[in-house]
């Protein structure tokens, strides 16, 4: 059985389930996580329910794949030599385009995210928690470089540093970072946090 | 008829008052910010609809002044002589029951504030830029004792350093902050980034 459930799976192809993240993805911006359905999307994408729940599981699994569908590769790919190297060139992976692009989608999910256990959980595993493991490893390569102290009480707080950055735009103004401002956020905060000197 | 409207709005008195913004949180957890009319608040408290207008102007001001009613006074009250000092003192003016009660009301109304110009522009400049200006005054006076330098980049960055310690559980964990961890958070990323040396 397992066979058979791994032979359909291979059977669609990335062109495929790009056109099928994207079509979650606008039905997303259409109508809200909330009133989404397996139904309308089974129908926006001509699929049946069945292959979307052997493929995906469940609502929660295919919204979040959707939403890291075409974002970039994780944090570790890039390895400039530099702590700053490369998180300033983590920064900018994506252009003001895309962030405002993401922080919209992201924006409308924010409160599915937060009222839905099943998303929560699914948004955690598949997106957050995979991202700190890749930007522990950036980190460890600035310790092992002697750039950052291994015992910096910093290193604990990588993620509400990185979600101030993020957040605050939008949530108080309703606006995307840009990458001016990551970049002098990781200057002005990140860094010195991490005892890494910038000028 | 300025001195009319004045005279009218005196006559509430403070318990008044607090009867009120009780009655507001109380319907905003329960309906949630887009259901909440200004009929029911009216209802509710027994108060005419005129009188609600009168008082607040609108729906978006008299949530926001609900949602400040019962906080503590500005930042900058605290003066303990040191910045460490001033900022964990603001970190436990609240503690983690009164945090998670706030912290669940926030949650519940951040989509509302995403969503809705007035609430935003209400919570900005009644909660958000207040609480700047007097965070900016506490800063200042670090400053003036010579343990900030006044060109610390970190300084134009303070929003999103303490959006990250008050968001990232809440947004993610649907948790609150704890005073151990916001006071851990200031040790180990906002004092570090501002310059003052914790160890």
Redesign the interface.
Known sequence: MAEVAAARRSRITPEREAELYAAVLDLLREVGYDALTMDAVATRTRSSKATLYRQWGGKAELVVKALKHGKPGPADEVDTGSLRGDMHALAIREDDCEMERNSALM?GV??A??NNEDL?GA??TQV?EPEIVAFRRVLQRAIDRGEVRADC??L??L???????F??R???E?QPPTQAFIQ??I???VL??L?VRTT
Chains 1, 2 share one sequence.
């Open positions: 924006r924010a409160m995210i937060h929560r948004f955690r957050v009480p910093a604990d707080f993620l509400p540093m990185l979600v101030g950055a957040a605050t939008t949530l108080l309703a002098s956020y200057d002005a905060v010195p946090a005892g």
